[in-house]
């Protein structure tokens, strides 16, 4: 597996035991089935109690709550892994994880944290994560969605989310609405709304071209009469969400390396056997150049997230940082998908083939969790001190 | 129901090798190691029995230098519950200076099995195992494809051409495993979190002097490129002569 730099020098032993353990699985369970499953539109629903039993969700939160409370490295490393298989199978993971066991473990009471967090961890119950909605995805401020606290405590929800990975397998949702009226975005709080509440619809998105082996739905609330408890009581304001969106990305940083990892082993397996001219055609420079591009490229990015990693196990990290390193290793990774998919000529449009499925996938990378574009903002104001947004 | 496994760190079968300097070992510059294949069937079913008899101890054991380490707390990390390594710089290829120190550690162990793969990758020697069987003077069983533990018996199948052999062995006993009896599973993510708790004793390995040792390696020669004879019906006569009278293989 390409290492160009010994990344693996870097790494502990306990990090290098996690991350090949998932490789493993990742070539035992993910590789034989996914190209069919990405053809069926299907996710591999078969796969999560393993994955449970592996220990991969929420895995870098902490053992009092059935997690495997691994460091941010070897939690990045489990995405990468994950990832070489499938950003649909990486994406359920990083929903289950991040998007919906984190907001429960940093704004949630410690009974909501008992209560959910170890059937989580064990696979027994499925979250997913309802922010964007159909006409506020980069402007999640502007939600409509709003939930109106009644006399006895309870809460009255209203509204729909859009693009949410999981919503139609998960048996809970952390969705984030505007509360009793208010329509500035300070108002923002989460709750976890169990998805058989009466009132909740989720209804499968038709038509991906991308992220084929993953569920993606359309969450609709109507009245949904939601307990007192279901309100995450740390959550407060935008900032909330967005906090569970870096932990994501965080994820997402790794998960790309994987993509472009086995998009590059890939081609570079078929550069050496695929004959044309009566040579193999990594013999020519066109191709080696192609070659250089991605083994630089990838060990750059793979270089950003292990510091970065480092950084985050410190406490040291900033927002801006996981932007950099969302925008840069996704934006590689589509980059590395296309030439290894150009490489491989004609079958390269196979689903034999991972390239194109990856390609297609990492589409999708680029555009949720802060699109390339908006990260771009973040970036140029952390360096200017100007907004650019509005 | 107390288990000894004893494992071996070898390459890892992908790994494409070189020989190193000194012409009798391979170079282990860049090269992964990890518990043999062969180590990892023997671990998992030492767990197996355990988890069946309900309860119990597996114990692993190992001999080498301090990576070995890494090597027995994957073993942990799967649920053996503690360790031992035997410290040596280098693993002597004399498979019976091995077993005498294996043996030596094991036998105040009272163990009711002690479970070893059938050969390891690197030498596929295949002596350890039945050395430690009788330096221990227990009963042996090479390479089971199926083992069974019940009222205080073994009962083990072994693979033969065409046919298998069923056997039935009293305990305490020495059994070798052979590949694909069970797959053997992944660390879990809290297994391996857990294992940096377990305890993990290193101690000096007895070793005698080694009265077998590697002069030399050499790598199989490079197979001479292919030939086309011809193309179409027209080449088979040709082919058909070049295999009888320059292949020898009709």
């Not at chain 1, 939600?143 to 999981?166: C, F, P, R, S, V």
Request: charged letters at 25%; glycine letters at 10%; hydrophobic letters at 40%.
């Amino acid at each position: 597996m390409l290492d160009f730099f010994n990344i693996d020098s870097q790494l502990s032993e306990d990090e290098r035991a996690v991350r090949d353990s998932v490789r493993r699985f990742v070539d035992d369970r993910v590789l034989p089935i996914i190209g069919n499953c990405y053809v069926e539109g299907r996710f591999p629903k078969e796969l999560v109690p393993e994955m449970a039993q592996l220990g991969v969700f929420g895995a870098n939160l902490p053992e009092e709550y059935g997690c495997a409370g691994l460091n941010n490295v070897a939690y990045g490393l489990i995405m990468q892994e994950l990832e070489r298989g499938d950003s649909g199978v990486r994406s359920f993971a990083s929903v289950q994880g991040a998007l919906a066991m984190y907001p429960i473990f940093a704004f949630g009471s410690e009974n909501q944290k008992r209560a959910w967090l170890p059937k989580m961890a064990h696979g027994e119950v499925i979250g997913c994560f309802g922010l964007t909605e159909p006409d506020f995805g980069s402007n999640p401020g502007g939600m409509i969605t709003m939930a109106q606290e009644q006399a006895d405590g309870t809460w009255l929800l209203n509204g729909g989310k859009m693009w949410i990975t999981n919503g139609s397998t998960a048996q809970i949702a952390v969705v984030w609405a505007k509360t009793n009226g208010d329509k500035s975005e300070r108002s923002i709080r989460g709750f976890i709304v169990p998805t058989n509440s009466k009132g909740f619809k989720a209804r499968d998105q038709k038509g991906k071209l991308s992220l084929r082996a993953s569920d993606t739905s359309e969450l609709v609330f109507e009245d949904v009469l939601m307990p007192n408890d279901a309100l995450l009581p740390k959550s407060g304001g935008l900032k909330s969400p967005l906090m569970c969106l870096t932990q994501a990305r965080y994820g997402i940083s790794w998960g790309a390396i994987g993509a472009a990892i086995a998009c590059f082993e890939e081609a570079l397996s078929y550069s050496k056997n695929r004959i044309m001219f009566d040579r193999p055609i990594g013999s020519f420079q066109l191709q080696q150049e192609r070659i250089a591009d991605m083994l630089t490229e990838i060990t750059k990015a793979q270089l950003v997230s292990l510091h970065l990693g480092r950084l985050k196990d410190a406490g040291t990290y900033t927002p801006q940082q996981v932007s950099l390193a969302k925008r840069n290793n996704v934006d590689m990774a589509t980059d590395v998908a296309r030439e290894a998919r150009r490489l491989l000529g004609a079958v390269g449009i196979l689903a034999e083939y991972s390239a194109m499925r990856h390609m297609a996938n990492l589409e999708s990378v680029y555009t949720y969790e802060g699109t390339h574009d908006v990260h771009t903002l973040v970036l140029g104001q952390a360096m200017t001190g100007m907004s650019a947004f509005t | 129901m107390k288990i000894a496994v004893c494992i071996k760190r070898t390459p890892d079968s992908e790994t494409r090798f070189r020989i190193g300097a000194t012409k009798s070992a391979i170079d282990e510059a860049g090269v992964k190691f990890d518990m043999d294949d062969f180590a990892g069937y023997a671990v998992e079913v030492a767990l197996q029995l355990k988890e069946k008899a309900g309860s119990g101890e597996v114990v692993a054991f190992a001999l080498g230098p301090d990576s070995v380490q890494e090597t027995l707390r994957k073993a942990m990390s799967m649920g053996v519950d503690r360790a031992v390594q035997l410290k040596t710089d280098a693993v002597p290829y004399d498979g019976l200076a091995v077993a005498k120190a294996l043996a030596a550690e094991l036998k105040p162990g009272n163990f009711d099995l002690v479970l070893f793969g059938k050969h390891a990758f690197d030498s596929s020697a295949g002596v350890v195992g039945t050395a430690t069987a009788e330096l221990l003077n227990l009963p042996c069983v090479t390479a089971a494809s199926k083992l069974e533990i019940a009222n205080g018996k073994g009962a083990a199948r072994r693979e033969l051409e065409g046919a298998a052999e069923l056997l039935e062995f009293g305990l305490p006993a020495v059994v070798t495993i052979d590949e694909g009896i069970a797959r053997p599973r992944y660390p879990s993510l809290k297994g391996i979190m857990a294992a940096k708790k377990k305890p993990l004793a290193s101690k000096p390995a007895q070793l005698a002097a080694p009265r077998v040792v590697v002069t030399g390696m050499a790598l199989p020669p490079d197979r001479p490129p292919g030939r086309i004879v011809g193309e179409g019906a027209a080449a088979v006569t040709e082919l058909v002569k070049l295999l009888q009278t320059e292949a020898k293989v009709l």
